[in-house]
């Protein structure tokens, strides 16, 4: 139970929306061969703010999902998919400060290819709908699927 208790006590949890140096760089040093996974825990902004200053009724969740419209075409322009995605409605277990309101899981065949993804035009010219409507997110990397 002590071994419990000060597991907890050590994890943090950061939302954030773009990666940090270190986390990039490990993104884009070699990783694993095959297919990955990355698990989103999203949290919106209560309003969609754009950088750019536009004016907007939108909410973030609203202006995310325009986001991921755009991404389900370049994630099949890339081999990948979208396995889930659902709506956080409660914690089952553990603690946090505040819970995420979404998850979603997106498949890619490589690290490489979530990589060409993101460099693609069309995703650039989408991705400010994600960075306006999110407030934070967790973005967690699995690889090497389990069968249990």
Known sequence: MGYLINWRQSVKVEN???PTKEQMEGFLAPGPDGPISMVNLL??????DYKDGRETELTGQEAYALYSR???ETL??????L???GNV??????????LWDTVAIAQYPSRAAMLEMMQLPEYQEISVHREAGL???LNIETCNSITF
């Open 16 to 18: 954030s929306v773009i």
């Open 83 to 85: 396995v889930f995605s």
């Open 135 to 137: 407030a934070g997110q």
């Open 43 to 48: 949290k919106f902004k209560e309003k969609a």
């Open 76 to 81: 099949a322009t890339v081999g990948g998919k």
């Open 89 to 98: 409605s409660r914690l089952m277990l553990g603690e946090v400060e505040d």
């Open 70 to 72: 755009g991404v389900m």
